[in-house]
């Protein structure tokens, strides 16, 4: 199942509230928040969640604030998730730390 809320406005309380509820959900195999107002908080809360969820496969989070400390914390989540095949940040605001970061955590056998 697909969960895609695109272009909406989206913030960090919206999101820290959706990661809560998609913790142990064994439904939902793609999340796609492209396009909204996601920063370094909200990229927070969904890496707590990439902890505790063994289903997800696909996370999209182009087109948001997400910057290198945010990216920090996703790069550490994927190092300890062993479903998530997919992650896509384009549109953010990545610079070489957090590429750096997330290479890492990609080599880790992840």
């Known amino acids: 199942e697909v969960i895609a809320i ?13 990661a809560a509820a998609l913790h142990e959900c064994s439904l939902v195999n793609e999340l796609v ?3 909204n107002m996601i920063s370094d908080r909200g990229a ?18 182009g087109g948001n604030r997400i910057t290198d400390d945010g990216v920090f914390d996703l790069a550490a989540a994927c190092a300890a998730n062993r479903s998530l095949a997919h992650l896509s940040l384009g549109g953010n605001s990545v ?10 955590a990609l080599g880790s056998g992840s």
């Open 33 to 35: 928040l492209g396009g």
């Open 6 to 18: 695109c272009n909406c406005r989206l913030g960090d309380d919206a999101v820290t509230r959706l």
């Open 44 to 61: 927070r809360s969904l890496a707590g969640m990439l902890r505790a969820n063994d289903v997800l496969v696909s996370l999209r989070l």
């Open 95 to 104: 610079a070489d730390r957090g590429a750096a970061a997330l290479g890492e």
